[in-house]
């Protein structure tokens, strides 16, 4: 069965620190995207970074990073020098090969920077 | 701001009542995907219109519906309400028909209460 997992259902993290959300997915397709969005307490979803399944370099942008591991089936999130307005929600989805027209979602990672 | 719109931002309604849920795309975006995010469900992928055609069904109550019209916008119709149908009720677009790494940009999204 296709599925995520994020098994941290809250993190802390000191401002200006560095942090790393978990995700590990399960598919048996051989191609997928892996996506991660931020839930602010506001409610909307904003997306921050995709990541290809036969991608060679694991994405980035700005300060987040996606440390993949295809053979662990994990798609890490690195925040870089945290700010106090990353304090969210944050879910990892996956786009199925085989079922390109939704995407599956965790159950997400609630994230707490402090000063 | 992703430029994806939704209307209303709140609704407030009683059981056995029927609502409109209103969503226009990003500007060139062909493909418009509806979930809901409830607390014991999590995020789920309900339906997918592409082009104004119906493209994927996921876990759509059959008291739901929706539709794409030729401008691009979407409706999500709801009907006999019950307490379980309150949820944040999201809508994403895409630019393409569902490719593995095609972003879907979410809209602010519509809360919903059924009392």
């Known amino acids: 069965a296709q599925k995520i997992t994020q098994t941290q259902p809250g993190m802390f993290v000191q401002e200006k620190e560095a942090v790393t959300l978990d995700c590990t997915y399960d598919?048996?397709?051989?191609?997928?995207?892996l996506f991660w969005y931020k839930q602010p307490s506001s409610g909307e979803m904003i997306f921050l970074i995709y990541q290809g399944s036969y991608d060679q370099q694991n994405a980035t942008e700005g300060r987040y990073s996606l440390n993949f591991q295809k053979a662990r089936k994990s798609a890490n999130l690195v925040i870089s020098a945290s700010q106090l307005g990353d304090s969210a929600m944050y879910f990892c989805a996956m786009r199925p090969f085989e079922d390109t027209d939704k995407l599956i979602f965790g159950t997400g990672t609630r994230l707490q920077v402090f000063p | 701001d992703s430029g994806v719109t939704q209307t209303p931002k709140h609704l407030i309604t009683a059981t056995g009542q029927r609502v409109t849920l209103r969503c226009s795309p990003r500007s060139g975006d062909l493909s418009v995907y509806w979930y809901q995010q409830s607390l014991d469900q999590g995020l789920q992928f309900l339906i997918q219109y592409y082009n104004g055609e119906e493209r994927a069904k996921g876990n759509i109550l059959e008291r739901f519906s929706a539709q794409q019209f030729p401008d691009l916008h979407s409706e999500l119709n709801l009907s006999s309400l019950e307490l379980g149908d309150s949820a944040l009720y999201f809508c994403a677009s895409g630019t393409s028909g569902g490719a593995r790494e095609e972003t879907q940009y979410f809209g602010p999204g519509t809360r919903l209460l059924v009392l």
């Open positions: 598919t048996s397709d051989p191609s997928y995207g």
